[in-house]
């Protein structure tokens, strides 16, 4: 089994006993995310997973990672969550080939990536985001250990957009249904 692969099939494991500790479980919560994490790898959920979604990002595995320590808030609440999802929004279609600029094969000659990465590592150090400023430090790190081939794979991933954007949802759902809108 290669790197990418291992790498894919752990990381899906953490990702699911980090979706079992969302649930409401009270005291047992802890306990259930671990067994999950482990029965994920054996009864196949990780693999199919993998199958289905891919390999997910390194950002993506550290949010989940956060997740299981029950560090709460999440980094990735409703701003960072809209803001993934608008990305997102413009960078698939033009990686689909829906336009005449292909941003996804920037990530595997990432030398502007990795020179836009500077301005934003200074903004989220001077807006104190420690969390952020070192979930993008580890995914610089796990791009330069040679695993990734495009560095766009360590930063994003469509699960991680599709938990933005389950995000943003549950976010407007709260605002058009909170007490004051009933």
Known sequence: ????????????????????ALLPLGPLR??????ATALALLTGIAPAMHG???TPSVTLLQLAILQLAGRTPSPLGDRPAL??????????????????????AS???PWMLLAACIPVAAALSWRRLDRWLLILAIDLA????????????????????????VVVLLNVRRRFTGPGNR
Request: aromatic share 20%.
């Open 30 to 35: 802890a306990r259930a995310a671990l067994a």
């Open 107 to 109: 990530g595997y000659q």
């Open 52 to 54: 289905f979604f891919g």
């Open 142 to 165: 796990a791009y330069a250990s040679g695993i990734f081939a495009n560095l766009w794979d360590v930063l994003i991933d469509p699960l991680l957009v599709l938990g933005a954007l």
């Open 83 to 104: 803001g993934l999802v608008i990305f997102a929004l413009f960078f698939y279609p033009a990686a689909l080939g829906w336009g005449p600029f292909d941003p996804y």
């Open 1 to 20: 089994m290669n790197p990418v692969a291992s790498y894919g099939l752990l990381a899906h494991s953490l990702i699911f006993g980090a979706l079992i």
